[in-house]
């Protein structure tokens, strides 16, 4: 009789893990692995925009301090539609104050002082143009109803034989190659923008300053990073 009840008392005392208790360890493990797995998706998602940022940050520096330093050694700057032939091969395609464009040409003009060791009158007007610096968004493609695509930047370096050709220096369009010839000379300054100056890049205030007014992608189809950057350049005259 008592080894029976040490028996029964042995059997008793053995214990397992029922269906239900089984089913709830299995779903705080389910959960936390889903809060595990999400946690290193958003810490994820975080570093690559955090990534994306610090290169839009240094992209907009590098593109503010050119344009601010080009300007300054400018003599004047012409604005227009877009860099398409259609858009600037005429004076009369230049924008109007208040207005705005995706193509900004930055004129630098011999000196007094330079045209004076030339021999040239410094009355002279116009003046011989020795460099051309122009800036122009090249559209690409539309999404969500805006015009997206590159910046880019093309350079003629006329100071070893100065223009001083009167007519093309009034028609200065006609100092400017076609699309297809600046696109192969330019170098590309943003990866990819839109203009929020009426959705272009370049706005005109009262032919005195520009107005860059523009939005910096970064990133991919999956997850676009964005910035904007606005600030104005002055010719000095």
């Known amino acids: 009789m008592k080894n029976m009840n040490s028996e029964k008392q042995f059997c008793g005392s053995q214990s397992g893990f029922t269906l239900v208790e089984m089913l709830m360890s299995m779903g705080i ?20 925009v955090s990534a994306e940022k610090n290169d839009i940050n240094r992209e907009v520096r590098k593109v503010v301090t050119r344009m601010a330093t080009e300007a300054k050694q400018s003599n004047l700057f012409v604005v227009y539609k877009s860099a398409a032939m259609a858009d600037r091969d005429l004076s009369t395609d230049r924008v109007r104050p208040n207005e ?13 002082a330079e045209m004076m060791d030339m021999g040239v009158d410094p009355l002279h007007d116009p003046r011989p143009v020795n460099k051309l610096v122009l800036y122009y968004r090249s559209v690409t493609h539309e999404e969500d109803g805006q015009e997206r695509g590159p910046v880019r930047r093309w350079v003629k370096d006329l ?10 220096i009034h028609n200065i369009e006609q100092m400017i190659p076609s699309l297809s010839v600046l696109e192969s000379e330019s170098s590309e300054v943003v990866e990819l923008s839109e203009g929020l100056a009426n959705g ?24 676009w990073v964005t910035d904007t950057y606005n600030f ?3 010719p000095r005259g």
């Not at 389910?30 to 690559?48: C, Y």
């Not at 205030?205 to 189809?221: A, E, L, R, S, W």
Request: aromatic content about 12%; hydrophobic content about 40%.
């Open 29 to 48: 493990m389910f959960s936390v692995f889903a809060m595990s797995i999400g946690f290193l998706i958003e810490s994820g998602r975080i570093n690559f």
């Open 232 to 234: 104005s350049i002055s």
């Open 200 to 223: 272009r890049l370049f706005y005109n205030f009262q032919n005195k300053t520009v107005m860059i007014n523009g939005k910096i992608i970064h990133g991919n189809q999956a997850k």
């Open 159 to 168: 100071s070893s034989s100065p223009e001083t050709d009167a007519d093309k």
């Open 100 to 112: 705005a464009g995706d193509c900004l040409l930055l004129v630098y003009k011999t000196g007094y």
